[in-house]
């Protein structure tokens, strides 16, 4: 499943990402689980909606699944900042860091409570984050560090924020009656989405910034880990035929869709960003880029 959110990755190849497990428990219950992950709501127990049952609980099980991708943000900004501080990156950089973990414990509160809404009788939270022998892994080196950075920020964050704008617009380009048929669900899932898009576009940002300070400290290791990772993305790009998934605007985008934005966005955004970096050029967003993709490019370079 995707989600949104910089995944708090381990250094060991073949070792899944870090995340907490999801604890909930039913309205009226007495929970031993902390409410302050989440802004809950129960008010969608009754909605009237279009979504059928089924649809309410495949969006809930998304939105918790991405709750716990943003708890494990929290904590992959964190070490992220302790990976600055340990190269010693400029101010900006760090004071970004720190803020956009701040970021992720807002859309980690915006998931969980449209996980509870979608559900309309279940509240969910993050259990412990634990990290394997109490061990943090900074990386060792500026090549470590921007090979990590490339791939949670600024190929991660960017598709999370083409992910996030392409979500966002479909809702706001609903005609009247079909946002009513999809209410409250429709409002709630525009509000959340608006705000996170608008940040991972800041978070990509940033690593896309401290790749470029990182080239200008050592362009040999930043360059070999970015051809590295043009290499990687070439063969996802130019995938012509795939389409976007019609569906309700506040359901999860399909895979079929998810698909089609990836490799849009790795064809017009991604790769030619990556390749500005070596050739020392300012990255230009592609008018001809898909609306999605355009709206993340000019949010995150210009
Ligand atoms: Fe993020
Ligand atoms: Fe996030």
Redesign the pocket.
């Known amino acids: 499943m995707i989600a ?3 995944p708090y990755s381990q250094a060991e190849p073949g070792k899944d990402d870090l995340v907490a497990e999801i604890l909930s428990c039913q309205a009226g219950e007495e929970c031993s689980s902390d409410a302050s992950w989440s802004l809950s709501s129960s008010e969608a127990v009754h909605a009237p909606s279009n979504l059928s049952k089924e649809q309410r609980a495949q969006a809930a099980a998304h939105w918790s699944h991405s709750g716990s991708m ?1 708890h494990a ?1 929290v904590a992959s900004f964190s070490r992220f900042s302790l990976d600055l501080m340990a190269m010693g990156a400029p101010a900006d950089l760090v004071q970004g860091a720190h803020l956009a973990a701040l ?2 414990i807002k ?1 980690t509160q915006l998931s969980f409570s449209l996980a509870s809404l979608f559900n309309g009788t279940t509240h969910f939270t993050p259990d412990k984050f634990i990290i394997p022998d109490a061990k943090v892994e900074i990386a060792r080196d500026l090549s470590a560090m921007v090979a990590r950075t490339l791939a949670e920020g600024c190929i991660g964050e960017t598709l999370a924020a083409v992910r996030a704008f392409y979500g966002a617009s479909s809702l706001e380009n609903l005609d009247h009656q079909a946002r009513q048929a999809e209410e409250p669900f429709a409002s709630a899932v525009l509000s959340a989405l608006s705000a ?1 898009a608008v ?2 576009a800041r978070h990509a940002a940033l690593a896309w910034d401290t790749v470029k300070w990182a080239f200008s400290q050592e362009d040999g290791a930043t360059r070999s880990a970015i051809i590295s990772a043009i290499k990687k993305l070439a063969a996802q790009a130019h995938a012509d035929d795939l389409e976007p998934a019609a569906h309700h605007a506040s359901m999860p985008l399909s895979d079929a869709t998810v698909d089609f934005l990836h490799s849009q966005a790795i064809q017009d955004l991604v790769l030619p960003a990556l390749k500005s970096i070596v050739d020392k050029q300012k990255f230009e967003p592609r008018k001809s880029a898909h609306p999605a993709v355009f709206a993340a490019s000019t949010a995150i370079f210009l």
Do not use: K
């Open positions: 949104i959110g910089r943003e943000s970021d992720e859309h996170i940040d991972e």
